[in-house]
Nanobody
């Protein structure tokens, strides 16, 4: 079992930056691929980034967002720069036991955090 807790969301102006954190419980954190997803009101949950064997990003965030992890701290991060109003959403971190795959579908992730709100004003 893995429990995930996100933090770092908030209100920021367009062009600004935020760093999200996701702290994980459990002693096998390094064996999980970690992903970030987001969900805007009235929309489906969408893939943002993943770090497993390799890093993957949604086209909409490539070059602006960076995923990283610190296995010693059981934490994964999402650095978000050049934020746009369309980045407004609840952001979720998720863990996937299939470390070497390139899963971008929410259904492939076994564990989820509760989410943190990111609001970008224009």
């Amino acid at each position: 079992q893995v429990q995930l807790v996100e933090s770092g969301g908030g209100l920021v102006q367009a062009g600004g930056s935020l760093r999200l954190s996701c702290a994980a419980s459990g002693r096998t954190f390094s064996s999980y691929a970690m992903g970030w997803f987001r969900q805007a009101p009235g929309k489906e949950r969408e893939f943002v980034a993943r770090r497993g064997l390799s890093d993957y990003y949604a086209d909409s965030v490539k070059g602006r967002f960076t995923i990283s992890r610190d296995n010693a701290k059981n934490t994964v991060y999402l650095q978000m720069n050049s934020l746009k109003p369309e980045d407004t959403a609840v952001y979720y971190c998720a863990a996937d036991t299939k470390f070497s795959s390139a899963n971008a579908r929410p259904s492939e992730y076994e564990y989820w955090g509760q989410g943190t709100q990111v609001t970008v004003s224009s």
